[in-house]
């Protein structure tokens, strides 16, 4: 177990290093045999040891001596909900935060979209943190979706484990950045449908696992 802690500090103050969160904001998670491994409440990443971190139980309940990150509802229920997430990142990077701070959902605007599941790419609507209404309303963007804005707050990216979930946050900063420069050159023009959809069977082929 103090293995997969490990690995979710590392992945936490990997995102930090990226410039994915800053200070303490942000936190992730990683689906464990006994429940959900997740990062304590307004603590340091670099000062995080394998002790501090909390064990979420499916009914809310932790073990540990810190509190779970208070956005610890919608890692829950993320994991409740989607059997193929095995770790989830939230972050507040500069674009992805930019474009929920004015509720834009990202379009069909490049092929990568089809990365996070396809187009477009939701905005959940806003709600107070750390509760049950954000968490609905991370559930309703996140279907069919591997990642997703949340409106005047930040992305959340989802993924096999922590490592690939923090892949996906990383390349949906990138979109995030490139959809919004596209903005201020005039706007994408963007993909078809059946664009999206080609995408989609090649990322099946082409990004499968080797």
């Known amino acids: 177990m103090n293995r997969l802690r490990e690995r979710l500090i590392a992945a936490a103050r990997e995102m930090a290093a990226r410039g994915l969160s800053a ?23 670099e000062a995080l ?9 499916p009914d809310g309940s932790h073990e540990g001596p810190y509190r779970p ?27 992805t935060t930019a474009l929920a701070m ?3 959902e990202i379009p069909a605007c490049h092929y990568m979209i089809a990365r996070f599941g396809g187009a477009p790419l939701r905005c959940a609507d806003y709600a107070l943190f750390g ?3 954000l968490s609905a309303a991370v559930l309703a963007a996140l279907e069919g979706r591997s990642a997703c804005l949340m409106a005047n707050h930040g992305g959340i990216a989802t993924g ?7 892949a996906a946050a990383t ?14 050159a005039g706007g994408p023009v963007l993909l078809s449908e059946a664009e999206i959809e080609a995408a989609l ?10």
């Not at 096999?160 to 923090?166: F, G, I, Q, T, Y």
């Open 131 to 133: 509760t049950a209404a």
């Open 171 to 184: 390349e949906l900063e990138v979109l995030a950045q490139q959809y919004a420069l596209s903005l201020a």
């Open 23 to 45: 200070g303490t904001s942000g936190n992730v998670s990683l689906r464990a045999p006994e429940g959900i491994l997740i990062t304590p409440s307004a603590m340091p990443y």
């Open 102 to 104: 004015a509720r834009r």
């Open 160 to 166: 096999r484990d922590v490592e690939a979930a923090l």
């Open 49 to 57: 040891t394998p002790e501090m971190i909390p064990m979420l139980k």
């Open 201 to 210: 069977s090649q990322f099946a082929t082409a990004y499968r696992p080797q």
């Open 69 to 95: 990150s208070s956005e610890w509802r919608f890692h829950l229920d993320i994991y409740l909900t989607r059997p193929d997430v095995g770790g989830v990142v939230h972050h507040h990077a500069p674009y």
